[in-house]
């Protein structure tokens, strides 16, 4: 269970990485509707909500969702996606085979999958195709 976990955390950072990386610094201010998130945007929630997750229902440290403000450029907001990662990796790394907290893992994988989802249709919206998604 373990390999599985560290795979599919490792596989999860590796595919948010390479969708924000396919989305050239100009289109990180795009939204395709008024009504949702720019790409940016988009980006900086999943970064912050793996540490809200982690914290919530990995930790089992209860806190209020309070988002600070977006970090805007491609390049921060992947820095902090990069760091979002490593602290979730260090907690998954010291839950013990079978416990409870992997369902909060679980959670936290949906949460980034479908935002990240979110985010290829962003890339196509602009014409560009998605990274191949590989598990």
């Known amino acids: 269970m373990k390999a599985h976990v560290n795979k599919t955390l490792e ?3 590796e595919y948010t990485l ?7 610094e100009s289109g990180y201010g795009f939204k395709p509707v008024d009504e949702v998130w720019t790409f940016n945007e988009l980006l900086h929630h999943i970064g912050y ?3 809200w997750w982690e914290e919530n229902y990995i930790r089992q440290q209860s806190s209020e969702w309070e988002p600070p403000a977006v970090i805007a450029g491609k390049q921060a907001v992947t ?10 990796e260090k907690s998954v790394t010291q839950l013990k ?3 409870p907290e992997l369902e909060g893992f679980f ?7 479908h935002h990240r989802g979110q985010a290829t ?15």
């Open 107 to 113: 959670a936290t994988m949906d949460h980034i999958t």
């Open 18 to 24: 390479q969708v924000a990386a396919a989305m050239p």
């Open 79 to 88: 820095h902090y996606l990069e760091k979002a990662f490593a602290y979730l």
């Open 49 to 51: 909500g793996i540490y």
């Open 121 to 135: 249709v962003y890339l196509r919206c602009k014409g560009i195709t998605p990274p191949a998604y590989n598990y």
């Open 11 to 13: 596989n999860a950072r």
């Open 97 to 99: 085979e079978g416990s």
